[in-house]
């Protein structure tokens, strides 16, 4: 039986990740960590200053972390100096940050990182490099749309398209919205849309002359994202001690 631990326990994507847990032949919900101390599905949430405590009574093998990013480093440091594998979906991360999670975990823990956990989006990032491949000289623009409740932006999905598009492309500058005066150059456009509650939508548009090509992903239910995440944490037990991809839990 493989044992959860999960940080931000109670928030959107905590909540649905315990759902799927429960559900989950082989694995066990055990407890969370969430700013505000309570119970989801009869597991103990406590609050940020008794994770150790928690993490050494409990004994987890994964610690599975969607909170905020400052959150987020203190978490995986906790896991880190208790030996507790990771699998993280918290996104923005600053450059600092992820030097400070890759020294930690690098030789200590294995850990699954990834801005996107649904199986569609990293098939989704597969078509967007084979495109840029193909399209080096057509215009590039970037949108990402997310509920009204999203902190940072662009999306870390987005982030990592812009990744993709930089390793296929060469590095291009980027430009985050448009106005007034603007002429295009050779940059990529980066346009963020929050509102609502939508679930995550992502579209890279490659225009050329008298003809356009986009490659588009559109999540319905962040349960794509949760059992994503799940399938890491049954795949991440007793793996080599580094920073592994979605990717890499995929064979893909
Ligand atoms: N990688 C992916 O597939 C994926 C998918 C969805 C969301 N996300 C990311 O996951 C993160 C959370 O998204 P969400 O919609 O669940 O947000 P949310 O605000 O609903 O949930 C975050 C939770 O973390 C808690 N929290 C804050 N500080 C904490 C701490 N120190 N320790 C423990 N818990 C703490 C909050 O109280 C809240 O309950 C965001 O960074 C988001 O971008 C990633
Ligand atoms: O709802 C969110 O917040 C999401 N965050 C991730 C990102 O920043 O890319 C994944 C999509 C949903």
């Excluded at 093998?61 to 979906?89: P, Y």
């Excluded at 294995?110 to 989704?124: E, M």
């Excluded at 993709?164 to 005066?181: A, P, T």
Aim: hydrophobic share 40%; net charge negative.
């Amino acid at each position: 039986m493989t044992k959860i631990v999960i940080a931000g326990a109670l928030g959107r994507m905590g909540t649905t990740i315990a759902r799927i847990v429960d559900e989950s032949p082989g694995l066990e919900l055990v407890g969370g960590v969430d700013i505000k101390e309570g119970t989801l599905l009869g597991t103990d949430v406590v609050t940020p200053d008794r994770i150790d405590e928690l993490l050494q009574s409990r004994r987890p093998d994964v610690l599975i972390d969607f909170t905020v990013a400052d959150a987020a480093v203190e978490n995986i440091k906790a896991a880190t100096r208790n030996g507790v594998a990771l699998v993280v979906g918290t996104t923005g991360f600053s450059p600092e940050q992820r030097a400070v999670i890759e020294e930690a975990v690098v030789g200590t823990v294995p850990a699954v990182i990834s801005s996107n956990y649904s199986v569609g989006v990293n098939i989704f990032w597969q078509l967007v490099r084979q495109a840029a491949r193909m399209l080096a000289d057509y215009d590039v623009e970037v949108t990402e749309a997310h509920h009204r409740y999203k902190k940072d932006a662009p999306s870390g999905t987005a982030k990592t398209i812009l990744e993709i598009l930089d390793q296929e492309l060469g590095s291009r500058e980027k430009v985050y919205g448009r106005e007034g005066m603007s002429e295009r150059k050779d940059e990529i456009g980066v346009h963020v849309i929050r509102g609502g509650d939508i679930v995550g939508d992502h579209s890279v548009l490659f225009a050329g002359n008298y003809e356009c090509i986009e490659v588009s992903h559109r999540a319905y239910d962040r349960a794509v994202f949760a059992e994503g995440a799940v399938r890491a944490a049954a795949w991440v037990h007793g793996k080599e001690k580094r920073i592994h991809s979605m990717q890499d839990v995929l064979g893909i």
